[in-house]
């Protein structure tokens, strides 16, 4: 799996703004204050306590988009139910999605899964040993196969997320654009610089911990920083500035009406695609409200494209919003009753008209468990 000369690619000379060569003795500090720091203050986590290849991968994956003290509770129960990269592989991907629900980006626990099933299908359950070979495998970019080789084999790979773009454009106090493609690369480049070849997992996940708590977005601690002396936004007093950021477009938002048909006492309920956003969950079945379009005629209209079925729209039963990362949603959900016509998935997976008491076996996007409830 490993794919030796990307590093040297990465490492060459890149087109972009320029940002000061960092001086030896710069460098120095910066790389024994962190440690140092690190060592007194880094926060007791299960994933810092292991080398298991398979457990910081995890760790990695989950805490991609969401926030440890909400990926905790995931680590611990995601390891009990699939305890390493067999018991995964072997894993059917609802078991996957059911363990995931309700911590969104569900793409993260489709990749997890086809990942484990590649390093046991292609190299009998042993991992890549090195970034390159992490790199290769579904869902793995370039920062979590930096984290991985670094933590776990030792190996001197940066890594570049939020946390670390934000302590490098304020240490360096760089005002050009963080999310140009340049200047992305100038900060990998600036990143590899300071990783040490002695601990570099200790180093990459302090600069992390760093940005995660002490050099905060809006309220940096700036007088309680191990870098505060080689910080160059504090000396200008810019830190709040940096990064510099795109500006953010407008969020759309949609409108969308959900049925909740009955029929002999069960509802019927249907798997969206495996690919593409909520891939692989179970929603009730609608669609998205055209301009001018009312409610009950589009949940008729939607319900005979998607599901094949007739039926009469009934009384609102909740109508809750949410909000993922490109849009804002506000779903409708409506009473419905059975008319005729035979339940097929025209635009979905499979379809089912279950019990109410067993909807909960099901992996449910986060919007409908704000409803459920009430069916
Ligand atoms: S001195 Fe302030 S701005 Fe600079 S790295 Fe530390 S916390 Fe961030």
Known sequence: MARPGRRSERSAA?????????????????????????????????????????????????????RVDQGLPYYERFLKQFPNVKSLARADEHAVLKTWEGLGYYSRARNLHKAARVVVNESGGAFPSDAAGWQALPGIGRYTAGAIASIVYGERVPVLDGNVIRVLTRLFDIGDCSDAPSVRERLWGLADELVPNSDPGDFNQAMMELGASVCAPRNPSCDECPLMNVCEARKAGTQLSRPVRAAKKPVPHKEMVLGAVVKNGRVLIARRPSSGLLGGLWELPGGEVSAGESHAKTLRRCMKDATGIHVKVGGLVASVDHAYSHFKVTLNVYQCDYVSGDATAHEHDEIKWMTRARLEEFAFPKAHHKFLHLL
């Open 14 to 66: 890149l087109p972009g703004p320029v940002i000061a060569a960092v001086t030896p003795q710069r460098k120095g500090a910066i790389r024994r204050n962190l440690l140092k720091w690190y060592r007194a203050n880094a926060r007791d986590l299960p994933w810092r306590r292991t080398r298991d290849p398979y457990a910081v991968w995890l760790s990695e994956i989950l805490l991609q988009q969401t």
